[in-house]
């Protein structure tokens, strides 16, 4: 199995950047996929961002383009969410995903089996 726990949240005003970080443990070598998916109150979990562990590709959602980043380390089984220009749109409990398979429908919740408890990240105007 795998365990993921995620780091760095926090409570922001707009404008600054936060590094979200999601460290995995346990059987990591079945990780072929992983993904950042956020959920605000009253609304569903949405994709944020995902990488392909085996060619490190990643994608994003449209509204986070140009302003996060993803990232993995290659000697250790955890991934990064670089946030700059952080908006109050942005807040949210955000949630570290991984599957032992990547997916055609990587930006979907349901491609992924592994999940993190969260972190809160609030940005204050």
């Known amino acids: 199995q795998v365990q993921l726990v995620e780091s760095g949240g926090g409570l922001v005003q707009a404008g600054v950047s936060l590094r979200l970080s999601c460290a995995a443990s346990g059987r990591t070598v079945r990780i072929s996929a992983m993904g950042w998916f956020r959920q605000a109150p009253g609304k569903e979990r949405e994709f944020v961002a995902a990488?392909?562990?085996?060619?490190?590709?990643?994608y994003y959602t449209d509204s986070v383009k140009g302003r996060f980043t993803m990232s993995r380390e290659n000697a250790k089984s955890t991934v990064y969410l670089q946030m700059n220009s952080l908006e109050p749109e942005d807040t949210a409990i955000y949630y570290c995903?991984?599957?032992?398979?990547?997916?055609?429908?990587?930006?979907?919740?349901?491609?992924?089996?592994?999940w993190g408890q969260g972190t809160q990240v609030t940005v204050s105007s």
């Open positions: 990488i392909n562990w085996s060619d490190e590709s990643t």
């Open positions: 995903a991984a599957d032992p398979l990547w997916r055609r429908n990587y930006a979907s919740p349901y491609a992924y089996v592994y």
